[in-house]
């Protein structure tokens, strides 16, 4: 077991670096060590009775949970203002535990359209092969989401900084929405880590693909749930049987009853010790040693990443071959409301932009970049560039892409953390490149 501090500080600076955990109490270590097990020792067959009982809470096998692990969920439930968090094995993971902790076949969810690739197919297709429907509506409009809801709706869902259109979702409206219908507000923060804290504005739950900001080096795939503990399953105790009625998987628990000893921890609870438990997308220890590396970085990154996208897109703006610039730092009337209420803290890495020349220039823009990685990811410390037309997006009929904001001039940025001059003469020798093929023509 680990020692955990004494930590009075609200400041995400230092909550990055010390939250959860002070030193190895074995070795006096201060870096987190990796806790490489798979079990752990249960001591006499009576502790093994009352870890087993949830009389009391210890480590026993990896796959529910470890002290390594252990502290990067300490240290994210501090940093967002949680009660408890949940690591797991990749941002598809957590979103999928999200839901299925509280919808069963013959539910459905109410999502907002503007979703990731592959949560959509998630939304879309395998959610709805296991009986649980996901109902599609507009975020431009909150309201949808009361419209679309009935008693069979067990959550609603949405990406606070979805790209490629980048407007911040609505969480304030859809979770009061939720708070009347009695209906939790799970929001995907992946892209906005720290620059926005959607607890403070109501959401329920958070999700993380750890994959992309929180990493930042681009070297482990993970992802993270977060509970709030404000949302109040006992009051609507008919809409979640999932927590409100005995649990045959556990003996019976009610998990709303067992864990009034413990604090709001019921939807956690019931995620990890059931829901990770038989799914089993745990987190590995060394890819959570790897996070919490990058986490200690996080508040100085999104400071850097925010300042050098919002130049980059600016100089975008500037330039003959951009035909349009998309970023949170350029919106302007309702759009530009949203990102004021919710990017408290910068605007983000992300910037997309569309060239004149269609997706002959996406692509050879692509072709002429040096610095810039050419990758499907997001938010690494390095900058990072797509052409979604003719990759991400490639399989969805023209149509669908137009309506996911992908035009075929589409150039996707994830703006990195180096020096702001090296990025600004990648982009221009690439964009110059593309007057010269213009001319040659
Ligand atoms: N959510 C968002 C917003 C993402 O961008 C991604 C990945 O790109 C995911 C979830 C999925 O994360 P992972 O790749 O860690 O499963």
Redesign the pocket.
Known sequence: MTTTPTLTSKHVETLALHAGFRSDPTTGAIAVPIYQTTSFDLGSTQNAIELFSLQKFGNVYTRIMNPTTDVLEQRMSAIEGGVMAMALA???AA?TASITTIAQAGDNIVSGTDL?G??WNLFAHTLKAMGIEVRFVDPSDPDAFRRAADSKTRAFFG?TLPNPKLVPFPIQEVALIGEELGIPLIV?N??APLICRPFDHGAHVVVY?T??YIGGHGTS???LLIDSGRFDWEKHADRFPTLSQPDPSYHGTVWIDAVKPLGPIAYALKARISVLRDTGACMSPFNAFMFLQGLETLPLRMREHSRNADSIARFLADHPSVTKVIHPGLFTGEDKRRVETYLTGGNGGLVGFELAGGAEAGLAFIDRLQLLHHVAN?GDARSLAIHPATSTHQQLTEERQLAAGVTPGYVRLSVGIEHYDDIEADLTQALDGLGQLAKAA
């Open positions: 990749s941002g598809q979103i990731y592959g949560t990406e995907d992946t892209a693909s994959t992309k795939i993970g992802g997001i």
